[in-house]
Structure formats: C-alpha cells, structure tokens
C-alpha cells in the first residue's frame, strides 16, 4: 500500500505542474492574440473553478464514514449552516469578506502543499524540508500575486467592482514582499538541494507574475491545488485507501473525486440561482457567485482539513 500512495503522490506532483505549465504557456498565447479581451479568462475561470469543487465535497465522508445517520446528519446541518452564514457575510461585506478569504485562502493553500510534499518525504526517507517556510510561499505567491499586479483591476471589475483597491495603499509592497518571500524559499531550498518544491515555486511564481489574475488563481486552484488535495484524500478515504491496498492507486484517485461530484452540480445550481434572482448578467456576475459559494465552502473546509494538514506538518521525517 505505501508504494500504491508513494506511487500516486508523486504522480499527481508532476502532472499537476505539468498541467499548469501547459495552462499558462496556452494563456499567453490567447493574451497576445485576444489582448484585453476578458470573456475568454472568464470562461477558463469557470472550468478551472468547477474542475475544483470535487476536492472540498469529501470532507463528510472522512469524518464520519456513516452515511446514513444521526451523526451525519448533524455534521452536514452544521457544515451547511457554516457555509451559509460565509455567503451571508460575503454577500453582504464583499471587501472585508474577500480581504479575509485571501488571507484564509493563502493560509490554507501553502499549508495543504507544504502537507502534499510532507506525505512524500515521510514515504521516501528523510529529508530537512522548511516546511513553514515553504508553506508561506506556497499559499501566498498564487493567491496574493495575482490580486496586487498592474492586471488585477481588469480582473476585478468583471468579478465585482467593490472588490477594486482591496489592498489599499500597500499594493505595491504586499508584491514586493510576496516575490521576495517566493524567492528567499526558492534560495533555501536550492541551497538545501531540495530541488522539486523549489521549481514548483518557480512555476507559481512564473503563473502569478505572468498570466492574467482570473486565469492564474483559477488554474492554480482547479489544476494544483485539487488535484494535489485530492491525492491526499487518497490516503484517508475508506473506499481509496482499500484501492491502495490493491496496488491500484488511479483508481483509488478516481474514487475520491467521484466522491465529490455530486457538489459540483449542487453548486453551479444554487450559484446560478442566486445569480438570477439578484437579476445579474449571467457570465459576469455568475462568476462573482460562483465563487462567493466556493469561498464560503472552503470555511469549514478549512476547519476540517485543519487535522490532516496539522498531523502532515509536526511529522518527523
């Protein structure tokens, strides 16, 4: 079984980064032949976004394997009650809800890679990997870069105008310090040859800086972060872990994301309600829901994911 897991981690490693690089050198071309045209990031937008919903919808699952009970019942009552008070918030605070998700998100996001890369090295041998280091880099570098470059404007106007000039008067700084910090775990771990967190710091460094915000968190989000997540679901979800067992690692894969595809379509319909009845254009502003929706699931994502990554990071390698 350890091999099955090894086998799959390292799999999805590649082809994550293998699959973001290939999305971004795709994204400058369209820039350069569609310039400011923004339905195009928009639609990517949307497809990266949905491709990523499946990873958070397991979550049930894991803490309680009881499908059918009282316990589950409960759980979900709570779970849902948690996500409506953050769409509640959101909906009605857009720039504090969102200035609060990015740094959740960033948090979130950096720690779940720096715990991917953990589940590795514990499979491997050992290896003395800046984890917190690495984790700050990790979350901050996709989710902040692209919401404080000289594109972010653009972006943010088709998601929701209130959203412009989130950052203040330390735009400018909060780029500078995220590159820098990008860079100072790029040198740490060159310097410690621990080499492949260091190029995929690089690939998301080369993702936030050079395409256009929409499509750089969504690619992130529906090509990395997901797929990277749903790997490690792998090694928690009764039905993949009994795959594992059989030497079968891509189905055990396909079974925690199937697990989760039943949200996907629960969320496109209740975005796209809440789009039609706020009487919105529907490209635009479905975005704009669709991703108050996500952002509201992932608080108590967050909550629940918060053990495994905890458990990930104190390991001794």
Known sequence: MRESQYGLLTRVRTISLGAVLV?????????????????????????????????????????????????????????????????????????????????????????GD??????????????????????????????????????????????????????????????????????????????????????????????ALLAPPLVAFALYFGLWHAMRHTARLSLEFGPALREHELSRPWRSFWLSVRAGLPAVAIVLTFSIWLTFINSAAITGNLLWYLLVVTWALTVPHMALTARSDFKSMTREL
């Open 23 to 111: 999305g971004l050198g795709v994204t400058i071309g369209l820039v350069q032949l569609l310039t400011n045209e923004v339905h195009w990031q928009i639609a990517i937008a949307l497809v990266a976004l949905v491709i990523g919903i499946p990873h958070g919808a397991v979550d049930h699952l894991i803490a309680i394997p009881e499908l059918l009970s009282l316990r589950m019942a409960v759980f979900l009552a709570k779970y849902l009650l948690a996500t409506g008070l953050a769409i509640c918030f959101i909906l009605q605070f857009p720039l504090l809800g969102f200035q609060l998700i990015v740094v959740l998100s960033a948090l979130h996001f950096g720690v």
């Open 114 to 207: 720096a715990s991917f890369f953990m589940e590795i090295y514990s499979r491997s041998g050992s290896v003395k990997f800046p984890r917190i280091f690495y984790a700050l880099a990790a979350g901050f570098t996709p989710v902040l870069i692209p919401l404080v470059n000289q594109n972010t404007a653009q972006a943010l106007q088709a998601v929701n105008p209130k959203l412009l000039g989130w950052a203040g008067p330390i735009t400018n700084q909060l780029l500078i310090a995220c590159v820098a910090l990008n860079l100072g775990a790029v040198a740490l771990l060159l310097f410690r040859k621990i080499y492949r967190p260091a190029i995929d710091l690089i690939a998301l460094l080369a993702l």
